[in-house]
């Protein structure tokens, strides 16, 4: 893997750490996402209007990842609105990473580098370690809302990965997949809970929205240029990213035990970073 396709990641990694957190703290996280969601597809329309729509051999990839991906918002907004987001947001991030392989291994008959793999294993064990890390309750629902939304964003990677390998411009995949992904999870959110947000709760949605357009569009583009499994476990940096986060800006405490876990993910990403 190139030192810039690294750097693309890991500033995806941050970008993604960000938005989750602007949802997690306000209102309804349900409404909250459904907004993000619109979002992305408002600033997708006009890049989906000016590119080309996908091939054929991309659409069923494309569609796959929608349903997914819809799996994924559904799981993770019931996750924050019954758990905290350091439990809940390491625990998806930290397991897809190896679930990611796995299915890459049997859809795409991809195969890691054992370097590369314990790499992948030493991030997803850094990030479990820093969801079970402090004083949070085990709340079981939470946690197999986190698990579940594992699943799925292990889904929604590799199909996109599939899906931009198969389009000759990898902006129209992109474009195209903001555009159509949002709005089953939104019908579903509004019709059921209604537009229950401010003004304030309102704009921080929308700058996350757009925080996570730029993000996944950084690792689907990653994704056309390196292994799916290095850039899925890279990604997952954002929960290291999300407790520096939490130390400098919302001065909780950083132990032992989490920067022991930092460690992990930092030595995993340096064995991607070799093995890939």
Not at 57 to 83: C, D, F, I, N
Not at 237 to 254: K, Q
Request: one cysteine or more.
């Amino acid at each position: 893997m190139s030192a810039g396709v690294l750097a693309l990641v890991l500033l995806a990694a941050l970008l993604h750490a960000a938005w989750n957190a602007l949802v997690k703290a306000g209102e309804d996280p349900f409404v909250r996402l459904a907004v993000v969601n619109l979002t992305i597809a408002l600033l997708a329309l006009p890049f989906a209007l000016a590119l080309s729509p996908p091939p054929g051999a991309a659409w069923p990839w494309l569609l796959a990842s929608v349903a997914a991906h819809t799996v994924y918002y559904v799981t993770l907004a019931r996750g924050y609105a019954e758990g905290d987001l350091s439990q809940v947001y390491p625990i998806a991030r930290g397991l897809a990473p190896p679930l990611v392989a796995l299915f890459a291994l049997v859809i795409a008959g991809e195969r890691p580098s054992l370097v590369g793999m314990i790499g992948i294993l030493l991030v997803g064990a850094g990030v479990v370690a820093l969801a079970l890390d402090g004083p949070a309750t085990r709340r079981p629902r939470a946690v197999a809302s986190a698990v579940l939304c594992a699943v799925a964003i292990a889904l929604y990677t590799v199909f996109d990965g599939l899906g931009v390998r198969a389009s000759p411009h990898p902006g129209s995949y992109i474009a195209w997949l903001f555009l159509l992904e949002p709005f089953v999870f939104a019908a579903w959110v509004f019709a059921r809970r209604g537009f229950g947000i401010g003004a304030r709760g309102l704009r921080a949605a929308a700058l996350g929205g757009l925080l996570s357009g730029i993000a996944y569009a950084l690792v689907i583009f990653a994704m056309s240029l390196a292994p799916m499994a290095y850039v899925s476990a890279l990604r997952e940096t954002s929960v290291v990213m999300a407790a520096a986060i939490g130390v400098w800006l919302l001065r909780e405490t950083m132990g032992v035990r989490r920067i022991l876990s930092a460690a992990l993910v930092a030595a995993g990403i340096l064995l991607v970073r070799i093995g890939g």
